[in-house]
């Protein structure tokens, strides 16, 4: 490993601490490094606030130092005034003669400007030191930037025999999980900034969507309801956080708002057009077999977590299914249960 390789894994490390607030923005970590030594660092920890790079440079404790330093921040600095002044400018004026950057920033109003301030003003620039763990690190924002929707998460659990439920009518669903995994399950929840059940899953399920074994933000609750049938009486529309209503009914809906879609066509495309409408950058998918199964067959997902759980059921509905040569996967071992994670993030 390299100086350079090693001073960006700390900045990937620190960017991690604005999990939870740093959205819409990416999280970012930067260090400055005087004689091989760590003098200052920080990172981005909540939209609307200071950056990473001002946080690092404002961390050090004697400033004369800076202008012998090296800067190393995983994002490209920003060069537009935002919510704060561009980050560019301020490494300019503080004289830091070389700054290492993990990766260029997609958004149009960066997209190399930050890069070129720096240059311009004589700074010694590298670009691309762990590029691919930069970007993977801000795969939602790399995702709505590019792709121009939101990042998009499929998440079941599957018997050893590959069902999801048993056919029913009603009654309590088939226990899969295990109380450990479902920590993971709210953790993934809070990381995200919708959530996505069908009409079958909201009937016979009556989930609440909410975070309650893990810290952080409840997430939008969105329902697919075409015909406008579901109870009132659902934990989805008993007003302790947003819920949105997907259906092609003209019609209002007591404790929730509603996205009239055209049915005659995919509903999927326009749900995701609605969410960055209401610039929602990140929707986690837990409904059933069918509804999962059109966002895979759509091609409309990034990420997918499969628990395999130790249970058989023998019968019942049928797991999604995940066949495509260029998916990644990998194997892991979560709180003692096989998971399948696909990667469909380019």
Known sequence: MTNDEKYMKRCIQLAKNGRLGAAPNPMVGAVVVCDDKIIGEGYHAKCGEAHAEVHAITSVQDHSLLKRSTLYVSLEPCAHYGKTPPCANLIVSKGIPKVVIGCEDPFSKVAGRGIKILQDAGCEVIVGVLRDECIALNKVFFTVQLKHRPFITLKWAQSADGFIDVEREGGEPVKLSSPLTQLVAHKRRAEHQAILVGTCTAKLDNPSLNVRCWSGSQPLRIVIDRNLTLPRELHLFDG?????????????????????????????????????????????????????????????????????????????????SIVFPKISSKKKLIMGRNYHIFHNFV
């Open 240 to 320: 302790t956080q947003p819920t949105l209503v997907v259906t092609e009914k003209s019609e209002s809906v007591a404790g929730a708002m509603t996205f009239q879609a055209d049915f005659s066509r995919s509903i999927l495309p326009q749900l995701l057009d609605e969410l960055m409408r209401r610039k929602i950058q990140s929707l986690l998918v837990e409904g059933g077999a069918k509804l999962l199964q059109s966002f895979i067959d759509e091609g409309l997902w990034d990420e997918a977590y499969v628990e395999h759980c130790p249970q058989h059921l023998e019968h019942g509905i049928s797991a999604p």
